[in-house]
């Protein structure tokens, strides 16, 4: 058992083979914006009670945690023939800002280890071992025969290479993205009247560095009017790389009637599976604008005007009506005939 400690037994060296801080990563070379997934966990065949003290930074990367450390339940992994309590400290998908060789800094544990006597547990020839056992491991042994040590852990620093996107055949529309995207527009109108908007949807779904991008440039006409768009995101973070769509709605508004056209938007983005440069498209829309229907001065339109007026004497006829019928009302009311 290795929470139990012989006389003569190195302590410390007992502690370094029965905990510890391993940090996996899932590449060490990877591009600019390549999303990079650090987990750091800590193994442990010992009684203790364990702190982070000090989260690993990520300086040269933007970070998105996966998964929450304080919901996370142990597990219990087998290294080297050994079964160990694995407690996860933090996962993360990290996305280099740079090129180059980046160092992500170690994590570090306080700890506070409880090791059982060798000489308490063989006292009486080991003839209460059993129970003894079982209190020390469900905390209720007694102070006499138990041995604590603290100690600080940290993991060793784990080296990232970065490379950097390369020149050749870099787009003019590129702006950072990279992964694997599809883009699209869409008009929430076939036909608008002068005096009305319309939404212009541009939608960039895939999967990648979403963080980095921003509304794709539109080749706006002159006889449209625009405004800047309404940003929307659907992105799942906690998968790696992280994926979803983005979105961006432009309210548009015609400024003369007839076909215009507004050409298709162009997205680039690098492909770090291919290792190149790849760019998307939308298709051209069109904007079928009319003429806006003359309005009244209260602003409600009706068909009277449409039909060339009128209005004001269906409005005296129908006052007329009404007037006739309350006349009546009191002659009948008030008024009494002869036989």
Known sequence: VDY??????????????????????????????????ATYKLYTRLRSESKVCRNPSFNGFSVYDIVDPSSAHSTIE?????????????????????????????????????FLSAEKAMKDEGAHLPELLRSFESDDAASDGIITENVHIKSNPIAITVKALPLDGRPNSFNGAVGDFSIEATMNKSEVALNDMAQLRIIVKGEGNFGVINAPPVQWPEDVEAYEPEIGENVLK??????GYKTFA????????????????????????????????????????????????SGV?????????????????????????LLGFFLIRYIHFPV
């Open 301 to 325: 339109l009706t068909e009277y005007e449409v039909a060339g007026g009128g209005i004001s004497r269906l409005w005296i006829i129908m006052f007329a009506v009404a007037l006739l019928g």
């Open 250 to 297: 432009y309210t548009v508004m015609p400024k003369r009637t007839g076909t215009i056209k507004i050409p298709g938007v162009e997205f680039s983005y690098f492909d770090p599976g291919d290792s190149r440069y790849k760019t998307a498209y939308t298709d051209t829309l069109l904007i079928n604008a009319v003429a806006a229907v003359q309005q009244d001065i």
């Open 78 to 114: 087998t290294l080297n023939g050994k079964s160990f309590n694995v407690y996860l400290i933090r996962k993360a998908q990290l996305f280099p800002l740079q090129s180059g060789v980046l160092e992500l800094d170690p994590a570090e544990v306080e700890n506070s280890i409880s």
């Open 4 to 37: 139990i400690l012989h006389k003569g037994e190195d302590i410390r060296n007992k502690i370094r083979k029965n905990l510890f801080i391993k940090v996996d990563v899932n590449k060490d070379h990877c591009y600019e914006g390549e999303p990079v997934v």
């Open 238 to 243: 906690t998968v790696a790389p992280m994926r």
